[in-house]
């Protein structure tokens, strides 16, 4: 039975691990302290001898394939990018949530709109706690939904309040809270490693990912570390003064949106080094796992791109439209928008496998040990 330990040397040593924090939260002997996450949210084992080696970490670890074939079939993945039973251009009604939405508001409308429709009793998603810094965290009321969307910047809190982290990444963790508080209807918003881990739990049948009602998967072109190296870096590179930056957002560039109302982007291949380095292998861009995956590729400034991907995301967004909290792009403005959209998604997304097939080829070509 292969256990934590053949993680630690298959995956972490390999510096394959995504940090999603899937491991620790379903070990069967977290209780008893076998494992723990470290300050930099890596997993690690608390008490070795607590563990009684039951493999479940090791089963539900995205990077391990074991589970595949089961989570491919449950999802009905297909060819290149997963299933697509959707693609269009939305955003939130609410010019409130837009206003501090990263694109269109899509996500956090689709959430409040599930949550005044009472079919779900809150939502794992995060929020803002300082310039960049994002933090896992179980909303339950409809303030704290509305509250969680978008990159917040907060330009009051001073230098000292930016984070090394872009974005935190253990949603997952969040699951604890939603077991004290015994809630059965959860929205899970998460990155699309964070979702494949949720999907492996749930070809499981590991209580509580059952309580998982909804999944909302981001695309996703990587983690970036913003410490303050990065961000002198990344000032030099654009050309700005962080005390002018009011937002941030991620597509298949880095936006920086200043105060003067003017842009600068960054390519994201001047942000190699600052990438988290397990993304470097990953190949899921569009959250192939999702119920329904978002992005700001292939939109308009102010829109998200949505695909649904199965029969209960369909029918969720389709919800949202007739009832008016989500409306979709006019199509007189661009009759090609859909397909326009999954065009860019499918480019990115082919992109990023390729450039992980190469890195993963590289890997096996020499032995490393990175400890990260
Ligand atoms: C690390 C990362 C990389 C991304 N890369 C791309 C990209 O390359 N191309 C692209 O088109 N889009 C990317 N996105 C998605 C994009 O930034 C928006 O989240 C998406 O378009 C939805 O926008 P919205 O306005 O509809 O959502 P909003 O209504 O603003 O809601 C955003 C939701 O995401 C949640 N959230 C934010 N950060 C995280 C996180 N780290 N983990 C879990 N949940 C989080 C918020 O709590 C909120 O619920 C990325 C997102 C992340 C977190
Ligand atoms: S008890 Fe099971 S889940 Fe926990 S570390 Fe050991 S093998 Fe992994
Ligand atoms: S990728 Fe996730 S499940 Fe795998 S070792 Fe890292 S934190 Fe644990
Ligand atoms: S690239 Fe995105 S989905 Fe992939 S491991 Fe990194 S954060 Fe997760």
Do not use: A, V
């Given at each position: 039975m292969k256990t934590f330990f053949n993680l630690v040397q298959e995956v972490q040593k390999q510096g394959l691990c995504y940090r999603c924090g899937g491991c620790a939260t379903f070990c069967t002997a977290i209780n008893y302290g076998a494992l723990e996450i470290d300050r930099t949210g890596k997993p690690v084992y608390g008490d070795m001898e607590k563990c009684i080696e039951c493999g479940l970490c090791y089963s539900i670890c995205p990077e391990i394939n074991e589970l595949d074939e089961e989570t491919k079939r449950q999802a009905a993945w297909s060819e290149p990018m997963g299933r697509v039973i959707e693609t269009t251009v939305v955003r939130s009604s609410d010019p409130l949530v837009r206003d501090r939405a990263t694109d269109g508001g899509a996500v956090t409308g689709l959430l409040l709109h599930l949550f005044d429709r009472n079919r779900i009793d809150g939502a794992i998603v995060t929020r803002s706690v300082g310039k960049y810094q994002r933090q896992p965290f179980l909303a339950t009321t409809r303030e704290e939904i509305q509250n969680s969307g978008g990159l917040l910047f907060e330009t009051?809190?001073?230098?000292?309040?930016?984070?090394?982290?872009?974005m935190t990444f253990s949603t997952i963790e969040e699951f604890k809270p939603m077991i004290k508080k015994g809630l059965s209807r959860v929205a899970l918003v998460g990155t699309p490693c964070q979702i494949k881990s949720l999907r492996k739990m749930q070809v499981l049948s590991l209580v509580p990912s059952d309580s998982i009602t909804f999944c909302l998967g981001l695309f996703c072109s990587g983690n970036f570390t913003f410490g303050e190296t990065e961000r002198e870096k990344l000032a030099e590179i654009a050309g700005i003064s962080w005390a002018n930056v009011v937002r941030i957002n991620l597509k298949d560039k880095l936006i920086i949106s200043l105060n003067s109302g003017e842009t600068r982007t960054v390519e994201l291949e001047q942000m190699k080094g600052m990438k988290r380095y397990a993304c470097q292998y990953c190949s899921d861009y569009s959250a192939e796992f999702a119920d329904i995956s978002f992005g700001g590729i292939g939109a308009l400034e102010g829109w998200t791109t949505v695909i649904t991907r199965t029969p209960l995301g369909r029918a969720v967004l389709a919800d949202s439209r007739s009832f008016k909290s989500i409306e979709q792009f006019n199509v007189e403005d661009n009759a090609g928008f859909a397909s326009n959209a999954l065009q860019e998604v499918r480019k990115a997304s082919a992109l990023k496998k390729k450039k992980a097939r190469h890195k993963r080829r590289d890997l096996t070509n020499r032995s490393v040990q990175v400890n990260i």
């Open positions: 009051s809190h001073g230098m000292k309040q930016f984070s090394d982290q872009y």
